[in-house]
């Protein structure tokens, strides 16, 4: 389905192009994205660790306009950024997607009476618990078509999963009905398809090992570091510090073995209570996940601190409550562990292929019972940006949306209790 692809870049990410060769090639198609402005705003924060805005004035209502780019490196901030905005312009819907969507019920297409012959019950994404329709699989859905990376075969999935605003087609009388919020977990773009569909996998177990943490405050082991040896992250970690920042690490890696590092940021000279940050990074390499996470708290720092995004009500909820009062209910991000474990313990599972690190990758979601990962391929042709919206069914979305609950954080925290994890 891939083709073998060598990684060429391995300096806090592992990519198949150097950030900058990235920036150069794609550069001159940020106004064809809508893409008007790119913006440093690392000067914006004592800690100087680099972070870019993308502004899109045209986005679709129901999205945001500005987008963040984080990285070890000025580069890759840009880079990040960049992407980022190709990313938001390709998940958009755009007039000719009409012709490979469709809108018809589930139990039709099941039944054999639509245009279709296989769906992915909605049901599997993880309804939320104030849906008020009781029999999703006779709601008129529309549907656009992924392709199965396990089976290889084709199979539509609702269209609310994969773009992002989701705005239900008016051209088919009755309409289509939505049936969760929208979001932009698994959507990914990259230097190639491949790097597309590998970054999609890791964002959508991100989400899953972050919301089963977030639900059951079990699967957390703090990281000493003391003992990391990789110069990057010690780099990151050091500007932190100098700054009376205190840093925290943590594996909130569950049974899906794909690792996912978190870090919690404490400003303990501003005691700025929307400066209480996390970040959050998922790779088969567990440095390239420390420094995902590290630079992805930079971003939220930055962002915070610059006020330009449309997402951050949050932040004034969280000054109103006080800086002590946060860091109490956020006890499990912040408080101290007893047991800490070091980076270098948690196995290495990348290589120096795009094609391998998916095979791992897919075999890692198969041994935690998982049984389809799906992926659509969302290129433009106007820009010719590789981007994808990647959707492993049956997947934790709590971090995202509180009111989708599934099983397995359910289930996971009864194994814990047990000691069967």
């Known amino acids: 389905m891939f083709e073998d692809i060598p990684i060429k870049f391995f300096k806090g990410t592992h990519r198949v192009r150097d950030p900058k060769e990235t920036i150069e090639i794609n550069e001159k ?13 690392t000067d914006l924060d004592r800690i100087k660790i680099p972070v870019f805005s993308a502004i899109r004035p045209t986005a679709q209502e129901g999205s945001v ?47 054999g009476q639509s245009s279709v012959e296989n769906a992915l019950n909605p049901r599997d994404l993880i309804l939320p618990k104030n849906f008020t329709t009781d029999n999703v699989e006779n709601s008129r859905l529309e549907w656009i078509e992924a392709e199965d990376i396990i089976s290889e075969k084709n199979i539509y999935l609702p269209a609310n999963a994969v773009f992002h605003p989701y705005i239900p087609t008016r051209e088919v009388r009755p309409s289509p009905i939505a049936i969760f919020k929208g979001n932009t977990n698994g959507l990914a773009s990259g230097n190639i398809i491949e790097e597309s569909v590998l970054h999609g996998i890791f964002e959508v177990v991100e989400r899953d090992a972050w919301s089963i943490f977030e639900l059951t405050k079990r699967n957390k082991k703090e990281i000493n570091p003391d003992t ?14 100098k700054e009376g920042i205190n840093i925290k690490l943590m594996d909130l890696t569950a049974d899906l073995k794909i690792t ?22 998922t790779h088969l390499n567990p440095e390239v996940a420390a420094v995902r996470a590290l630079t992805e708290v930079a971003q939220s720092r930055a962002t915070q601190i ?6 951050t009500i949050r932040a004034d909820f969280m000054r109103k409550a006080g800086y002590e009062h946060m860091k109490k209910m ?24 795009i094609k391998k690190d998916i095979e791992t990758s897919i075999e890692e979601v198969q ?55």
Do not use: W
């Open 29 to 41: 198609k940020l106004k064809a994205a809508g893409i008007t402005r790119l913006t440093e705003i």
């Open 65 to 111: 306009s500005v987008y963040a780019g984080k990285g070890a490196t000025k580069e890759q901030a840009k880079a990040s950024a960049m992407m980022e905005g190709f990313e938001r312009y390709s998940a958009e819907r755009q007039d000719s997607d009409g012709e490979r969507t469709i809108v018809d019920t589930y139990n039709n297409i099941q039944r």
């Open 228 to 241: 990391i040896e990789n110069d990057i992250i010690n780099e990151l970690l050091d500007k932190f510090h």
């Open 260 to 281: 996912t590092i978190a870090a919690s940021a404490d400003d303990t000279l501003l005691k700025d209570p929307a400066l209480l940050t996390l970040g959050v990074g």
């Open 306 to 311: 610059h006020g330009t995004r449309e997402d």
């Open 330 to 353: 956020n006890k499990h991000y912040f408080s101290k562990e007893e047991e800490r474990i070091d980076l270098g313990d948690i196995e290495d599972k990348s290589s120096n292929s």
């Open 367 to 421: 041994k935690a019972g998982f049984d389809q990962v799906l992926y659509t391929d969302l290129r433009r042709d106007e820009i010719g940006i590789s981007v994808v919206r990647v959707v492993i069914p049956k997947t934790e979305l709590y971090s995202l949306d509180e009111e989708r609950i599934g099983n397995r954080a359910l289930e996971y925290d009864r194994k814990a209790r047990r000691g069967l994890i």
